[in-house]
């Protein structure tokens, strides 16, 4: 029986860069930085989490652009905030590019779509309390 998910897996062109927009720009944690026989085996996780998130690199994988224009759907990454108004502040300016101009109000809660280094999309969300 399954018991949880261990790993997500972004694809990334630089290892290093990525690791500085996801630890530096958004906040996560660094958890395994490993020389392994296929390749840097490189993740980060939000504190106190135990999902971990592999930073792969695999050029010809990497990147789902934000296109402006095109239907609004999740990046591969879906992240939680608490408080995210105030999280996307911080993020912006720490240099997080995103593609609205503030967070969204949804029905479901608050959404706003950041872009890494390679274009990968992160949903960041916040549940709505009540």
Known sequence: ???????????????????????????????????????????????????QIILWSHAAAAGQPGDEGRQAAPGPLVLESDDLRADFEVFRGRGVTFEQSEPVDYPFGIRVEAVDPDGNRVSLRQQRTS
């Open 1 to 51: 029986m399954l018991t949880d998910i261990m790993y997500v897996t972004v694809y990334v062109t630089d290892q290093d860069r990525a690791l500085g927009f996801y630890t530096d720009g958004l906040g996560l944690e660094k958890r395994i930085d490993f020389p392994g026989p296929d390749g840097r085996f490189l993740t980060v996780g939000v504190p106190g989490s135990p999902l």
